[in-house]
């Protein structure tokens, strides 16, 4: 079967990684700041989870 029948899923929080600067953007204001729990609707699991990844990218540059 082709990736052309395949549904598209939407990526789970737990799956991002400090070496994707893209997706994490989505979770981090302009000026940087990482943004709460009631803006973003992460359970407390996986927003601790975009916290480590977030401070882990900007420690290796790979974010700002």
Do not use: C, W
Request: proline share 5%; no cysteine.
């Amino acid at each position: 079967m082709t990736t052309e029948g395949k549904l598209k899923r939407s990526r789970n929080p737990l799956d991002f990684d400090f070496t994707e600067p893209e997706a994490l953007t989505r979770y981090v204001t302009e000026t940087g700041k990482i943004l709460p729990r009631k803006l973003t609707g992460l359970t407390a699991r996986q927003q601790r989870h975009i916290s480590k990844a977030v401070k882990r990218a900007r420690n290796m540059i790979t974010m700002k």
